[in-house]
């Protein structure tokens, strides 16, 4: 796909929503960089605003009340792992299942509003949703109810709304997805080694949910790890538009397989692809849970979230009487995200010993994940393209205010806001959205 095809593809998702990786197809405006022009126009940052923001009263931890709202159950990926994460809490603060109360199954409509109005009215003090297309209706419900604490993983808005009770949070998800992109790319390694391919054919298949900044910025960072091993890696990205769906990302490994794929990866919720590539023979990389059940003999890893640090952080906030940070993002350093264990029987050799190297230079900060000098974009770097295309970067342009992300030779990923805003399609990734 040519970039010019690609700017309106991005323009789309940059306008039309940061989706997380969790079940949402709905548009949103556009992204969190306009919390950047709402900072410039009242000259506080997020934490200087939040400072001012008088402080709640405390709350005994035995009579705090939690309300959380999933998009889904305990049989998808994604919800699990926020399900965990609040078990987590429990655990960490010593609540009982009687002060959580928890919702599944709550669609992105009005059903979501209806879940937070009837949670608050149960009193709780504090209020949780997991997905993306939540986030409006949880904006709602914190104007309704200003003594309610409303946080919602994934989105943008928080910081726009000007309200004290309104939060978003997100894992740094992509410090992750570097290192299974490592993983990856020792693999592809062993593989020239091996004589199963040559370095030219060392080409991964992506199966993407959505053409959205939160699955580009994912796939980039996968993508840059696997190079800074492998560097004639090459990646070809097929978008399902759908966050779950088996069948369909099944298929779309197959085909990705067929186009002479060698490794397989998924910013998609379900096990179809590794299962796809099991079928295959093909070595892959999942996301969100352990997939070498689904692929003994074949999965590598899986990049995860933990969420259970910002629901302890968020609810002892509540208890403790201290403001919830607007945006809030951490990772790999406090345990957020994390990759699950490495596969023994399928890894390259070496591979513990690359992995433990790596998070720890992602944890001390001698390695940023988008360095700019490690990747170009129709041939120029990161920063010579952004002064070239200026237009493009304005406001209504196809990478709307990404610029403001760049600075001291790499884009800072959730840093400005906790969503993803990385939405390029770099030098040697190709991508192809699929008709419904």
């Given at each position: ?8 593809v991005?323009?789309?998702a940059?306008?039309?929503?940061l989706?997380?990786g ?19 126009e ?7 605003a939040?400072?001012?923001?008088p ?11 939690v309300?959380v709202?999933?998009v889904g159950?305990e ?18 603060l010593g ?17 979501c ?5 009837d ?10 949703a997991?997905?993306f297309g939540?986030?409006?209706y949880?904006?709602r419900?914190?104007?309704e ?5 409303f ?15 309104m ?20 693999k ?6 091996g ?15 959505y ?9 980039t ?14 990646m ?18 197959k ?6 794929c060698?490794l ?7 096990t179809g692809?590794?299962?796809a590539?099991?079928e295959?023979g ?7 849970i352990?997939?070498?059940p ?6 590598l ?24 940070d ?7 350093a406090d345990?957020?995200c ?6 023994e ?7 513990a010993?690359?992995?433990a190297?790596?998070?720890e ?5 001698s ?13 120029s ?12 970067f ?36 190709t991508s ?5």
């Amino acid at each position: 796909m040519k970039k010019k095809l690609i700017g309106l593809v991005l323009s789309m998702a940059m306008v039309g929503g940061l989706l997380a990786g969790c079940g949402s197809s709905t548009s949103a405006s556009a992204p969190a960089e306009e919390a950047v022009e709402a900072e410039a126009e009242t000259g506080e940052t997020g934490a200087e605003a939040e400072a001012e923001a008088p402080a709640a009263e405390t709350t005994e931890a035995s009579a705090i009340k939690v309300g959380v709202i999933y998009v889904g159950d305990e049989n998808e990926g994604y919800t699990e792992s926020h399900m965990k994460g609040i078990q987590e809490m429990k655990e960490a603060l010593g609540l009982t299942d009687e002060q959580v109360i928890e919702k599944t199954n709550i669609p992105e409509d009005e059903s979501c509003f209806d879940a937070a109005a009837d949670l608050a009215e149960q009193g709780c003090q504090i209020v949780f949703a997991n997905s993306f297309g939540h986030e409006d209706y949880m904006i709602r419900a914190a104007e309704e109810y200003p003594d309610v604490q409303f946080c919602h993983a994934t989105g943008y808005q928080a910081a726009m709304t000007g309200l004290e009770n309104m939060h978003n949070y997100f894992t740094a998800i992509y410090e992750a997805r570097y290192v299974s992109g490592v993983v990856a790319g020792l693999k592809l390694n062993e593989m020239i080694d091996g004589g199963q391919i040559t370095a030219e054919q060392a080409k991964i298949g992506y199966v993407g949910a959505y053409p959205y900044a939160e699955v580009i910025s994912g796939f980039t960072s996968f993508f840059l790890g696997a190079r800074s091993v492998c560097p004639t890696a090459t990646m070809e990205v097929q978008y399902t538009n759908s966050w779950f769906d088996i069948a369909k990302e099944g298929e779309t490994a197959k085909k990705l397989i067929a186009d002479n794929c060698v490794l397989i990866s998924q910013h998609a919720d379900s096990t179809g692809a590794p299962a796809a590539c099991e079928e295959e023979g093909v070595p892959c990389v999942g996301y969100n849970i352990d997939m070498i059940p689904t692929a003994p003999n074949t999965a590598l890893t899986s990049p995860t979230n933990n969420w259970g640090p910002y629901y302890t952080y968020a609810v002892k906030s509540v208890i403790d009487g201290t403001p919830i940070d607007t945006d809030w993002s951490q990772g790999l350093a406090d345990g957020s995200c994390l990759i699950t264990d490495l596969n023994e029987a399928v890894i390259a050799e070496g591979t513990a010993e690359k992995v433990a190297e790596v998070e720890e230079a992602i944890k001390s900060g001698s390695l940023h994940v988008f360095d700019t000098t490690t990747f170009t974009v129709d041939g120029s770097s990161l920063e010579d393209y952004i002064a070239a295309h200026a237009d493009e970067f304005a406001e209504g342009g196809a990478y709307a205010f990404m610029d403001t992300h760049v600075s001291d030779g790499y884009f800072h990923e959730s840093e400005p806001t906790s969503a993803p805003a990385f939405a390029m399609i770099i030098d040697g990734i190709t991508s192809v959205t699929q008709e419904n």
